[in-house]
């Protein structure tokens, strides 16, 4: 189950990007020929012109961007023909998930929380797509879910961001850089000594008592703060202090057999499926023909 719930998170980024280039590629068509060669970069005495580097983008990344373009299209067509809907409910519960139990959802300024649920609704009919002739009886899927339900349930959560500084005289100026308008992902960045979470503001994901790297101390003050809100009094770690911010807390709680029950169905039968259980094996139904065809032929 785990994995089959981060792929959607793998793609996400990717289906982003894949989305600017074609949009790119697709505005080149229109250009003319004079903006074609207008010379966007001097090197020296060379320069590049904008058809070069339209050029070569597609060379690198049209195939792949097309690809995307076309599975994308496929999944919501052949959705709309076989009937098959994905409800909001379902969404956020995936997506609960997602962020709860695999701590695996980050937003910034790439990738929006509005593009995630956009990528997971396009991987749950990819799913239904792929698996809607597959019949599983209801006493396994009961089965799987007695056996993991430790994927479906979590405890109190807190998407937390800290700054860890060696010495109190450190810890006392950021405090004032923050009250005085500082951008906590900034500070972290310049002050922080914890070189894995500085580079994304401080961002530590979702944490409960489950995680044996966290303070206690953090959860303990994580309860009593407000979304967006910083600790007042720097906390004592073993790595010197510490300023905690709360970013969103996630009330704990078991989804029941009848809520995952769709899921858990996609799951088993993905798995079934194995390497057979991709979007190509839609184009047929799709009746897809793309330049890369003929191309091939040549």
């Keep these: 189950m785990k994995s089959r719930t981060l792929w959607p998170i793998i793609l996400g980024a990717i289906f982003v990007n894949c989305i600017v280039i074609a949009y790119v590629l697709t505005k080149s068509q229109t250009a003319s020929t004079s903006a074609a060669q207008e010379v966007i970069a001097d090197i020296g005495k060379s320069g590049i012109t904008r ?15 097309l690809e995307d373009m076309i599975n994308d299209r496929v999944v919501t067509q052949l959705a709309e023909k076989n009937n098959i809907k994905v409800s909001d409910d379902e969404i956020d519960r995936e997506f609960l998930l997602i962020k709860a139990v695999y701590n695996s959802f980050y937003e910034d300024e790439d990738t ?5 649920r956009d990528q997971i609704r396009h991987n749950i009919l ?16 009961k ?38 308008g500082s951008s906590f992902e900034a500070a972290a960045a310049e002050h922080s000594t914890d070189r894995y979470t500085a580079p994304y503001g401080g961002d530590l994901g979702f944490v409960n008592d489950q995680n044996e790297n966290i303070p206690p101390e953090y959860l303990q003050m994580a309860e009593h703060l407000k979304e967006n ?24 709680r078991t989804f029941t057999f009848r809520e995952v029950k769709d899921q858990i169905r996609r799951q088993i039968a993905m798995d079934q499926l194995g390497d057979r259980a991709s979007v190509k094996t839609l184009w047929k139904d799709a009746k897809v023909s793309w330049f890369y065809d003929d191309k091939n032929k040549d």
Excluded: C
């Excluded at 993991?148 to 700054?163: E, G, Q, T, W």
């Excluded at 450190?170 to 009250?179: A, R, S």
């Design 229 to 252: 809100q910083w600790v007042d009094e720097p906390i004592k770690t073993s790595q010197g202090y510490a300023i905690i911010q709360l970013e969103e807390k996630l009330s704990g």
């Design 143 to 180: 089965s799987f879910y007695e056996k993991n339900k430790d994927l479906y349930k979590f405890d109190d959560s807190y998407r937390l961001k800290h700054i860890v500084v060696k010495d109190k005289d450190e810890v006392e100026q950021v405090l004032k850089e923050l009250e005085g």
């Design 126 to 141: 990819l799913e239904e797509l792929l698996t809607k002739d597959i019949v599983i009886s209801e006493s396994e899927l």
């Design 112 to 116: 929006t929380e509005k593009e995630w």
């Design 51 to 65: 058809e070069e580097w339209l050029s070569e983008m597609e060379e690198r990344y049209g195939k792949a961007t």
